[in-house]
């Protein structure tokens, strides 16, 4: 079912796997989870929940960094053979260098997210990354090209390892951004004329975007047929994978926040953010405007 979906609609929430390992960060799960769970496509309704969340794990528990234990709801070798249903990979921070020196998950199921969006750039797939996580997408090549951050106490770290992937890798290296609540690449577009489309996103769109704009093909819940390009999108970096990167702890409920702003639409993410006594912070977009 899953499998073949290319877009979210009001009546088909979005599909999300965390992935817990070993003394993750509560706060980077916590944070995103209110968030997508809160965002429906009406409010009114609570049957309209915009995201589905799946949380996969080593153990039927995991462990927290701060002690609190979280059940999964599948395994990291069910989260494999089931990865083709999910639209967003959330990756949380967190006992990193354990993780890096053992390679351990979630390394693998990063990788294997990317691959999947570089075979079927139809499908619209997300990786957002919070605080320390980002240390595991640079570890694997994902942010080649690609701008990015991470808690500002890892940005050392971080640059090294992005450095060392490009030089292992033989690819571009990253640009690192400090001082972002989160970075996000590879910007949906609608295509067409730019003198007669409104929803075209350039830079030179600065200070002039219409209010109605919305920038991820997943938020035309009215539409009957998707106008992006497909072949456009196998043509950006990873198959059009986005990759959203947030810096510290609770800059993941902002990242978070983006997300509903593209996949449902900015009306109700601020609805979410008003829900939570939440000031979105906004971040920064490569090649495009915030919303």
Known sequence: MAANKTSAVADEPVDVLFALHPKFDMLDFAGPLQVLTTACHDFKDQSSKAFEVTIAGLEPKVLSDQGVLVGSQISFKEAHERLEEFDILVILGGNSQEVLDKELEPLGLINDFAELQKKDPARERTVLSVCTGSLFLARENILSGLSATTHPDYMTKFEILCSEAATRNLTERTDVIEDARYVVNNLRFDLGDEDENPYIRRKSDAGRRPSNARKGSMSWKGSN???????????????????????????????????????????CAVEVARIMQWTWNKGVVVDGLDV
């Open 225 to 267: 047929s998707r106008r992006e390009s497909i072949a456009r999108r196998a043509a950006m970096r990873l198959g059009g994978l986005r990759v959203i990167t947030a810096g510290g702890n609770s800059a993941g409920v902002d990242a978070a926040l983006y997300l509903v702003s593209v996949m449902v639409d900015e009306e």
